[in-house]
């Protein structure tokens, strides 16, 4: 992904790769992709060799779930939402997810624009229509074709695809864009467990959850690819009489796994980006016209009342089991089916949507993922759904009847009714090949990704391994139409979403113990902070010097010779001799040298071992950075300087060193002694004197092949 400018990239991203991979390599997790890449591609053929044996099996076990989990389904999916809301509304949520000093990578459009693709697909279209009038024509409670029916027929479409499921993309995003770019970890499903599991997250533990998550991931695209495959098939039938059929779908399945090759092979800026911004003023263009020509005043009036009738049925809904006389196919057709959906989409979404959302905080992520893609998607159901409710009570039942029967014919039986339907048949399925595209794309960089070892977070996979995924994502697709069509994705959906849920808490529980340890740091620093101020006023016959030094110190941007000789003269000093202090005070102390490869200038560390308490880290990271416009020529001949930031252990504090006397320095270093040693002792009495578990993301260069 393109940054920002030199150096954007900042120090604490490095090292994800494992200590025996050359810098800047990109090599295969072989446990993973072989494993996951072996498992779909027997599945696939197992599915095309015998496909009623295969939809024999995936009913059987659809209906055990059904039966001794659905309850578990409607408990897991609130409990996701409830914790995603309380982190954003909580002071957790102005935590960043990358340093502190750290700025978005993409303006707010891009962002945006990409949150929506990623996690929305074709079937959105699918949906928009068919939703509602099944619901409209066989509600899960009470008569069908009545006011009330109406009401519940968009309601309960916006539930499926409402804040519940956004909630779980929200959930996987900021625990993996949190170690990742705050903590050095690799950005990896693995990741987000290392506060329960720790080092074992390199080994076995952890390919087995990456394996898991791309296993889950896969079906999940799988069910989007299969029914924008129906749905494409049908538009191209409605506009071009090109038959309906496997031939077709297969051709329509190799169009896009081309078109997501090339996307995913051209990155996130070149490729993926454009296409979602594309996307989105295409959907608009389609939401508008449908608007304008099926009435607005009507629609507006009930887009109002979808709204009202969400927000206050919304409680009851989330947990609505339908205990006493449950509608079984109803709720593996619908709740079941969309809540292990999400699921299996969760890794791929979150991991994505933590790639694109490096700089923001806590509280804009939840905020932006939990809104903006749900409003969007609001409207469009309502306008599309309440446009084909009107047809149907207007006296078109047979429009209905054949929508809910065939449901790829709905969103196009629609546009049939009113004027000008070739072009918005033709705008339709633009958006829908558009939306199908984004989702594959989306889908083979991040599954590559998950089979990589990465040198940094924002690294991604060699070319031809997201080929790969785009290939065996259709394969998996066309077995799965060969099986039963959308009916067999949806079931292996159930059945492959259940795994990973379980493995959902376990992030939540790792996210937010990592969470409360940072605030315990920065209480820390609050309270430390009035000694650390004490020690570092300057008073007496040296106070002339401190205050003139303090303006020269503004006014330099120095470059790499001055960089280096800060160096020599400051930093390795100040280093040895802190080091060796603590050393004759019994600490076990290291200091450690190596040369940055960015810049060419020397970083230096010091480690502290406290105990069987957690390390202090204390380092000092040189980054080159563009010389602001204000540094007239007199000051500064480059265009660009260096600046030496602290980084401790939980990463890049962004406040610069460069200039600062020996003392300063030690006195510096001190601070972040004094204010850990606080941290420590707020832990214990948090704790009630249990030990710190061993927190050492900066060690996480371990070769990932070795058992914990």
């Known amino acids: 992904?393109?940054?920002?400018?030199?150096?954007?990239?900042?120090?604490?991203?490095?090292?994800?790769?494992?200590?025996?991979?050359?810098?800047?390599?990109?090599?295969?997790?072989?446990?993973?992709?072989?494993?996951?890449?072996?498992?779909?591609?027997?599945?696939?053929?197992?599915?095309?060799?015998?496909?009623?044996?295969?939809?024999?099996?995936?009913?059987?076990?659809?209906?055990?779930?059904?039966?001794?989990?659905?309850?578990?389904?409607?408990?897991?999916?609130?409990?996701?939402?409830?914790?995603?809301?309380?982190?954003?509304?909580?002071?957790?949520?102005?935590?960043?997810?990358?340093?502190?000093?750290?700025?978005?990578?993409?303006?707010?459009?891009?962002?945006?624009?990409?949150?929506?693709?990623?996690?929305?697909?074709?079937?959105?279209?699918?949906?928009?229509?068919?939703?509602?009038?099944?619901?409209?024509?066989?509600?899960?409670?009470?008569?069908?074709?009545?006011?009330?029916?109406?009401?519940?027929?968009?309601?309960?479409?916006?539930?499926?695809?409402?804040?519940?499921g956004w909630a779980m993309y929200a959930l996987m995003g900021m625990a993996l864009g949190y170690f990742a770019f705050r903590y050095r970890l690799p950005l990896a499903i693995r990741s987000a467990l290392y506060p329960i599991i720790g080092r074992r997250i390199h080994g076995r533990i952890g390919d087995a959850v990456d394996l898991a998550a791309i296993i889950g991931t896969v079906f999940g695209i799988s069910v989007s690819l299969g029914i924008g495959v129906v749905q494409l098939n049908f538009g191209l039938s409605f506009l071009f009489d090109v038959p309906e059929g496997i031939a077709a779908q297969i051709g329509l399945i190799v169009i896009a796994v081309i078109m997501a090759t090339v996307s995913a092979a051209a990155g996130v800026?070149?490729?993926?980006?454009?296409?979602?911004?594309?996307?989105?003023?295409?959907?608009?263009?389609?939401?508008?016209?449908?608007?304008?020509?099926?009435?607005?005043?009507?629609?507006?009036?009930?887009?109002?009342?979808?709204i009202g009738d969400y927000v206050s049925r919304f409680p009851s809904m989330t947990l609505n089991t339908f205990g006493y006389d449950p509608p079984k196919d109803w709720l593996n057709a619908w709740t079941l089916f969309f809540w292990a959906w999400w699921v299996a989409w969760a890794p791929f979404v979150g991991?994505?949507?933590?790639?694109?959302?490096?700089?923001?905080?806590?509280?804009?992520?939840?905020?932006?993922?939990?809104?903006?893609?749900?409003?969007?998607?609001?409207?469009?159901?309502?306008?599309?759904?309440?446009?084909?409710?009107?047809?149907?009570?207007?006296?078109?039942?047979?429009?209905?009847?054949?929508?809910?029967?065939?449901?790829?014919?709905?969103?196009?039986?629609?546009?049939?009714?009113?004027?000008?339907?070739?072009?918005?048949?033709?705008?339709?399925?633009?958006?829908?090949?558009?939306?199908?595209?984004?989702?594959?794309?989306?889908?083979?960089?991040?599954?590559?990704?998950?089979?990589?070892?990465?040198?940094?977070?924002?690294?991604?996979?060699?070319?031809?391994?997201?080929?790969?995924?785009?290939?065996?994502?259709?394969?998996?697709?066309?077995?799965?139409?060969?099986?039963?069509?959308?009916?067999?994705?949806?079931?292996?959906?159930?059945?492959?979403?259940?795994?990973?849920?379980?493995?959902?808490?376990?992030?939540?529980?790792?996210l937010y113990k990592a969470l409360r340890l940072e605030r315990m740091r920065d209480d820390a620093l609050i309270a430390a902070l009035p000694g650390s101020l004490s020690g570092r006023t300057h008073r007496g016959p040296h106070a002339e010097r401190t205050w003139r030094q303090r303006i020269a110190r503004a006014m330099s941007f120095p470059g790499p010779r001055a960089a280096a000789r800060f160096v020599d003269e400051v930093c390795r000093p100040?280093?040895?001799?802190?080091?060796?202090?603590?050393?004759?005070?019994?600490?076990?102390?290291?200091?450690?040298?190596?040369?940055?490869?960015t810049t060419g200038v020397p970083r230096l560390e010091l480690r502290v071992r406290i105990g069987g308490k957690e390390e202090f880290v204390y380092g000092l990271e040189p980054l080159e950075t563009l010389t602001p416009q204000f540094a007239t020529r007199s000051v500064s001949t480059h265009d660009t300087y260096l600046r030496f930031e602290v980084r401790l252990a939980e990463g890049n504090q962004g406040y610069d060193v460069m200039g600062y006397t020996e003392e300063q320095l030690i006195g510096d270093m001190l601070d972040q002694y004094e204010r850990h040693f606080e941290f420590l002792r707020l832990h214990h009495e948090a704790t009630a004197g249990s030990a710190l578990p061993g927190h050492r993301p900066d060690t996480a260069e371990h070769d990932p092949d070795q058992e914990g």
């Not at 996307?279 to 109002?304: E, F, H």
Request: hydrophobic share 50%; proline share 5%; net charge negative.
């Open 269 to 306: 800026d070149r490729g993926i980006r454009r296409l979602s911004e594309l996307n989105v003023v295409l959907a608009l263009v389609l939401l508008l016209y449908m608007l304008i020509v099926s009435g607005p005043v009507p629609l507006l009036n009930q887009l109002i009342l979808n």
């Open 351 to 510: 991991l994505f949507l933590a790639r694109i959302s490096r700089g923001r905080s806590l509280r804009q992520f939840v905020l932006a993922t939990l809104v903006i893609p749900f409003v969007f998607t609001l409207i469009f159901l309502s306008v599309f759904g309440n446009s084909a409710l009107q047809v149907i009570r207007s006296g078109n039942v047979r429009f209905g009847e054949t929508a809910m029967e065939f449901p790829e014919q709905g969103f196009y039986g629609l546009l049939a009714q009113y004027p000008g339907a070739a072009f918005s048949a033709g705008l339709a399925t633009v958006v829908g090949l558009l939306l199908y595209v984004t989702s594959a794309d989306s889908g083979a960089l991040v599954m590559g990704n998950l089979c990589s070892h990465l040198p940094t977070p924002v690294s991604d996979s060699a070319p031809w391994l997201r080929v790969f995924w785009a290939g065996a994502t259709g394969l998996l697709t066309l077995a799965m139409l060969l099986v039963g069509g959308v009916e067999a994705l949806t079931s292996a959906t159930i059945v492959m979403g259940l795994p990973f849920s379980f493995v959902m808490f376990l992030i939540m529980a790792g």
């Open 1 to 164: 992904m393109a940054t920002k400018g030199k150096g954007s990239a900042s120090a604490d991203e490095e090292g994800a790769a494992p200590a025996n991979a050359a810098p800047g390599e990109t090599r295969i997790k072989p446990v993973v992709f072989l494993g996951s890449s072996g498992l779909i591609l027997a599945i696939s053929i197992w599915a095309i060799i015998t496909p009623g044996g295969a939809q024999h099996v995936i009913g059987v076990v659809v209906d055990w779930i059904s039966i001794g989990f659905g309850w578990y389904y409607f408990l897991a999916a609130t409990l996701y939402l409830a914790f995603v809301v309380f982190i954003g509304a909580s002071r957790y949520g102005n935590i960043k997810l990358g340093p502190k000093h750290s700025t978005p990578d993409f303006g707010l459009f891009a962002w945006g624009a990409m949150l929506f693709a990623a996690g929305i697909g074709i079937d959105l279209m699918f949906f928009a229509v068919s939703g509602p009038v099944s619901h409209y024509l066989a509600p899960p409670e009470g008569r069908g074709q009545t006011v009330e029916a109406a009401r519940q027929a968009v309601v309960w479409t916006l539930f499926h695809y409402g804040i519940t």
């Open 574 to 597: 100040a280093f040895e001799k802190v080091a060796d202090e603590l050393r004759t005070q019994g600490a076990e102390t290291s200091v450690a040298e190596e040369t940055d490869e």
